[in-house]
């Protein structure tokens, strides 16, 4: 949220041999693991000087200008009959009494496969395939930033999550009812290899496709006293509901306002766009939806082609493909209006 800020913040696991559990199995293994991880990375961010925060299930260190490291314990708990199960781990619970199932490393694996694919956009009614975004090797222990963020996957998540930072974190925002970036992640690669493979005029095009159809893939039980339960299953961890932090009325209606208002802001960049609104128009309404960072960036990267384009009918506010191209405005039905 700091327009200072350069760069990305990382999630790490502090990953334990299953025979950790022998240590922290009992009634208080879940609080000592955690506090024992908290004490050594304690002495940690004293010698660096670094800033460290505790929450409820793992560690924040926070770097030189404001790069923050996540570190949660894992303890291996391999599951040979299921997929990704060779990765599979146990993490302490909320309230430090258990350990719920997880598996971070399986679940990148099932995001890459989804990052892989390919999109397809149409260009003048020819079909034109983006160039394979699947990564070349297996990068440890992190992977070079640009062959990460050049995954159109990879960068639609990230608009969705600055979309949310910016709703949920403006002067009368409230961040504890933004929508867990693991629910969005995974309605969104769930959306995207579904849509990915079919044509699309540009990935702003696309984009609001994954954002129509992601409340398909989630569902939605009734509760008592009207209330749903909603679960999302983890592809890499039977019986962890990546959906479970999203189960109370309150923030079932923030996700509720948050896609609608995420669907109305898109499709005002798209009109923007089709009706040829000029760049200081175009500007606004990108601010409006990710922030003013963004709409630097866009002023500064895209005025002249922008102002060149625009001469000829079409613009490249969003695209992948060289050449720029008119979208067309499309009606969506949005969640929860």
């Not at 790069?67 to 894992?74: F, G, H």
């Given at each position: ?46 010698t ?18 404001g ?8 303890i291996d ?12 781990g ?6 430090l ?10 679940y ?63 002067i ?38 994954i954002?129509e ?9 009734p ?24 189960n ?33 128009q ?31 009918g079409?613009?490249?506010i ?5 050449t ?5 405005a ?8």
């Open positions: 949220m700091d327009d200072a800020r350069e760069g990305f913040d990382i999630d790490l696991i502090a990953r334990l041999d299953r025979s950790a559990m022998g240590k922290y199995g009992g009634d208080n293994g879940p609080a000592l693991l955690l506090n024992q991880l908290h004490a050594a990375l304690n002495r940690y961010a004293e660096h000087r670094l800033r460290i925060q505790r929450w409820e299930r793992c560690i924040t260190l926070e770097y030189a200008g790069m923050c490291a996540d570190i949660a314990p894992v708990d391999p599951l040979w009959s299921v997929p990704y199960g060779e990765t599979h146990r993490v302490p619970d909320r309230e009494r258990n350990y719920q199932p997880t598996n971070p490393r399986g990148a694996t099932h995001f890459n496969m989804a990052a892989s694919i390919s999109p397809v956009f149409t260009v003048d009614e020819r079909v034109v395939y983006a160039s394979d975004s699947l990564t070349k090797a297996e990068i440890s222990p992190l992977p070079d930033a640009q062959q990460v963020f050049e995954r159109l996957l990879c960068r639609l998540v990230q608009l969705l999550k600055l979309h949310r930072n910016v709703a949920f974190g403006g009368d925002g409230d961040a504890d009812m933004a929508p867990t970036s693991i629910f969005i992640t995974t309605l969104a690669a769930a959306a995207y290899a579904v849509e990915a493979p079919k044509p699309h005029a540009s990935p702003l095009d696309l984009l609001l496709d954002v159809t992601m409340p398909r893939y989630f569902t939605r039980l509760g008592a006293a009207g209330t749903e339960e909603w679960y999302l299953p983890n592809p890499s961890a039977p019986h962890d509901n990546l959906a479970s932090g999203m109370s009325r309150e923030r079932q209606a923030a996700f509720a306002w948050w896609y609608q208002r995420l669907s109305a802001d898109l499709q005002n960049i798209l009109d923007g766009i089709e009706h040829r609104a000029g760049a200081d175009i500007g606004k309404l990108v601010e409006s939806a990710f922030g003013k960072r963004a709409a630097r960036a866009i002023q500064q990267d895209q005025l002249q082609r922008y102002n060149t384009s625009r001469q000829a079409k613009v490249a969003v695209t992948s493909l060289a720029p191209i008119t979208v067309n499309r009606q969506h039905t949005f969640f929860g209006a």
